[in-house]
């Protein structure tokens, strides 16, 4: 896909699922200063820009960024392209900015990450100086920002993003440096153990504070509060009410509700968040779901158990047989008279469709089915990300045989791995790229 010259964005935002795309621009080809970045080819990121479309192919914001994410809540994250050239060197830099659905910047391209928006918020960080003694004391690298930008949470200096989650139902987990006689308050005698072996076998004050791998999680709400205590070994997002938690002291998974009190006993091996009313849980070995009050639905049987959407959930039995289950406990095959090869792996079921990859005589392809095991369309599409429909259209990678243009084996046949998006019907809505 081609855009020379560069088309006009749109005035007025377009209403409908906006989908990213990469084009060539041919009017953009990067001017070198030197003869060693020429030979260094770093010319990729400026010669290729993101835009936007519609499920219909219809453009909706130019190809010019240099990358780009899915919008949430109105907003997009993409990045700029920087290019900082010497005699003997070259560096692309993208710094990250947010858009909005008209394509225009609403958040400056100066951030190293920025996060997908959720409840309002994002996280993000800003480029932090490699050096502590360059750092302003009073300026805030990291943390939650609203979307003008601004930060409404931040992290303390030298806290990481990892240290936190994304906002659902208006909380988000964090991870936070306790004084060390709270932490080991909730704290198992092996994680103990570990947490000394990390400061070096050391005794540690009470007041010494501390953050590990064997710490306690808590959660917080949107003005940054801590609202849950830290007092869980593992945490996951909140989904309908409940989320799923480690008990930090037994080691066993439960779920709390919104207050922080346990709604479901913490008495499962795994547990995963709620979705369609029903959550997998794995006791033994074996896996089957509750209900939110904690009620067994379907038996704990099965050794893979997927999440639900809508009726139907994919499970793998003790023989390790893939099946559709669905909330009455009925099963059949989750392929319908087809004979494909291995399963390998197993996306998302959405919107009715799940994606499969399997063996082939081509390598691993990934093919799509419907809930009713019927396929809609055969295993071609290559890659190693799992493709899923959104709004009836789907990105997905295909791997093609063309002339090389590389300069020392031109015309030569290779591999090409392109990435575009097609519809139920299998054609393109957006035409296949390069993935270079």
């Not at 979307?147 to 990481?160: A, C, M, N, R």
């Not at 570990?194 to 010494?208: E, I, P, T, V």
Request: proline share 6%; hydrophobic share 35%; net charge positive.
């Amino acid at each position: 896909m081609t855009f020379d010259p560069m088309p006009e964005r749109a005035q007025e935002p377009i209403k409908g699922p906006l989908y990213f795309f990469k084009a060539e621009i041919t009017s953009a080809l990067p001017k070198f200063k030197s003869d060693f970045a020429r030979a260094m080819g770093h010319f990729r990121e400026e010669r290729y820009r993101y835009g936007y479309m519609t499920k219909t192919g219809k453009l909706a914001i130019a190809p010019q960024f240099g990358t780009a994410e899915n919008f949430s809540e109105d907003l997009a994250v993409i990045s700029a392209v920087k290019r900082v050239e010497t005699e003997t060197s070259i560096k692309i830099y993208t710094p990250k900015g947010v858009i909005n659905r008209k394509g225009e910047l609403v958040i400056p391209t100066k951030f190293d990450k920025i996060g997908a928006f959720s409840n309002g918020l994002a996280k993000a960080k800003l480029p932090t100086p490699t050096f502590s003694t360059d750092r302003e004391k009073s300026k805030i690298y990291e943390g939650y920002i609203n979307p003008k930008g601004e930060f409404v949470i931040p992290f303390e200096l030298g806290e990481s993003m990892r240290a936190a989650g994304d906002f659902s139902e208006g909380l988000a987990w964090v991870h936070p440096m306790l004084p060390y006689a709270e932490a080991k308050a909730y704290m198992s005698d092996k994680d103990l153990e570990m947490l000394s072996k990390f400061y070096g076998q050391r005794k540690l004050k009470d007041d010494a504070m501390v953050r590990t791998d064997y710490t306690p999680y808590g959660y917080m709400d949107q003005t940054g509060k801590m609202v849950i205590p830290a007092r869980f070994k593992s945490v996951t997002t909140f989904a309908e009410g409940r989320a799923a938690v480690r008990d930090s002291k037994s080691g066993k998974w439960g779920f709390i509700d919104i207050k922080g009190e346990w709604a479901i006993p913490a008495k499962y091996d795994y547990a995963t968040p709620f979705s369609a009313g029903l959550a997998a849980v794995t006791q033994d070995r074996q896996c089957g779901y509750i209900d939110v009050k904690g009620q067994l639905k379907l038996p704990l049987k099965y050794k893979r158990c997927d999440s639900f959407s809508g009726d139907f959930a994919v499970v793998k039995n003790t023989a390790g047989e893939y099946h559709w289950l669905s909330r009455e406990g009925k099963l059949k095959s989750l392929f319908k008279g087809e004979s494909f090869g291995e399963v390998r792996s197993l996306g998302e079921l959405h919107e009715g469709v799940l994606s499969v990859q399997v063996e082939t005589p081509s390598g691993q392809r990934w093919c799509f089915i419907n809930t009713e095991g019927e396929v809609i369309l055969p295993p071609k599409y290559s890659g190693y990300h799992r493709p899923r429909f959104r709004d009836g259209i789907a990105r997905v990678e295909i791997t093609v045989k063309e002339p090389s243009t590389n300069v020392k084996a031109k015309g030569k046949i290779v591999e090409v791995k392109k990435t575009g998006y097609i519809n139920l019907k299998g054609e393109w809505v957006i035409q296949p790229v390069n993935n270079y």
